[in-house]
């Protein structure tokens, strides 16, 4: 292969990009909106809507290969492009990931657990929900992200009324889990069904989005790191997924662990990776598509990474401002990640802050000081 395409124009399709132009691959981006951040990198943009027939036609034509960036991604453009081209991850994997009832199902039928939940789709189903899943958490089945799309309801009046709000469309309600952790592990598996794995994440979410990244995950002992990977590997083996996946754990009070969602693709919690390993989730996006062998990440840094939301971009007064980058950029091991996005707002990814360190503490005491310096939440 020497040009490869990937579907969605965000900062995943940025990085991606990155990493397949450093093995030398000409790069195609199909995304409708202009100055996206993946196709600012890329040598070529395709600027059509994903299930454009002529947008397809020209992505068959210019490119050996395809992924995707975007989650939501209709999965018929998937398949489409899959009569002409390899594309990984396939239709069917992503179809999984974008449906939380059908995914809840997977990681079932994988022998994972996952939060206790019920499938709301009507209002029979909402009169038979059981008490014991409130308090709970109500997501609609299709398009959330970042806690949107979700709502937290105490009791049944509070449900009824948040299903009402969200008009009706099909949901789970979940289970409010009491939580010690927020774990992730991202594989990456090869069409003959190798699998390797970056280390195991750990995560603190603020509002719902992603905010903290620590590599290696504070407070685990290595039966609980090895039932995270081989739970994400059994995921991804029953899907018959091929590319990188990511899969969302909680850690429970009681010690216990259960899977929460998944993403057919890098993650957020794996940009640590492109600094403080030697092989990143891009690297290894690249590795799958393209048939290349399958090395296992080695963490060669313990490292922290900030994610930079739109926020930091206005002063208290509500003015847009840039944040000092010079004060941020003399701390040490700092490495600062920018999307090239023309409009911040608030709880927008605009970039993110990876801070490596010889020790798990220097790492931690350099992002402390960048979070101060940028005026984050300490952790
Ligand atoms: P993402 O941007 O990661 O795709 P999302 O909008 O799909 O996010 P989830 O991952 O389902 O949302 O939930 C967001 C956060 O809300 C979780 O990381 C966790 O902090 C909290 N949360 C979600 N479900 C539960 C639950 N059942 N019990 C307790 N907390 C939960
Ligand atoms: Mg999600
Ligand atoms: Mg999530």
Same mark, same amino acid.
């Given at each position: 292969a020497t040009t490869l395409g990937v579907m969605g124009g965000g900062q995943l399709g940025r990085m991606f990009v990155h990493a397949a132009q450093q093995l030398g691959y000409r790069t195609v981006v199909l995304e409708a909106e202009a100055d996206s951040p993946a196709a600012q990198a890329a040598h070529h943009q395709v600027r059509t809507a994903y299930l454009d027939p002529a947008g397809l036609a020209e992505l068959v034509r210019e490119c050996d290969a395809v992924t995707t960036e975007f989650e939501n991604v209709p999965a018929d453009a998937l398949r489409e492009l899959a009569d002409h081209r390899p594309v990984a991850p396939a239709a069917a994997a992503v179809a999984v990931c974008q449906d939380r009832v059908a995914e809840k199902a997977h990681f079932a039928a994988s022998g994972v657990p996952c939060a206790p939940y019920a499938v709301i789709d009507s209002e029979t189903a909402l009169a038979a929900v059981s008490d014991t899943l409130l308090p709970g958490i109500l997501k609609t089945a299709r398009l959330g992200y970042d806690g949107k799309g979700q709502v937290r309801v105490a009791d049944r009046a509070a449900l009824e009324a948040a299903w009402t709000d969200l008009q009706g469309v099909t949901c789970v309600l979940e289970q409010r889990l009491s939580l010690a952790d927020e774990l992730s592990v991202i594989v990456a598996r090869g069409a003959a069904g190798e699998v390797v794995h970056l280390p195991v994440q750990h995560n603190l979410h603020r509002d719902g989005i992603l905010a903290v990244t620590q590599v290696p995950a504070p407070g685990l002992d290595a039966a609980q790191v090895e039932q995270a990977v081989a739970s994400a590997e059994r995921i991804a083996a029953s899907l018959d997924y091929v590319g990188v996946l990511c899969v969302e754990f909680f850690l429970l009070t009681d010690g216990s662990l259960v899977a929460n969602e998944m993403a057919p693709r890098p993650h957020n919690s794996g940009h640590y990776s492109i600094d403080a390993c030697d092989v990143s989730q891009f690297d290894l996006q690249v590795r799958c598509m393209t048939g290349l062998p399958l090395v296992a990440p080695r963490l060669h840094s313990p490292a922290v990474m900030l994610n930079l939301l739109g $926020?930091?971009?206005? $002063?208290a007064e509500g003015r847009e401002r840039s944040p000092d980058w010079a004060a941020v950029l003399a701390l040490p091991g700092v490495h600062l990640h920018l999307y090239g996005k023309a409009q911040a707002r608030r709880g927008r990814k605009m970039g993110h802050l990876t801070l490596t360190g010889a020790t798990p503490e220097a790492a931690r005491d350099a992002a402390l000081k960048a979070g101060a310096l940028l005026g984050l939440e300490a952790f």
């Open positions: $926020d930091l971009w206005f $002063d």
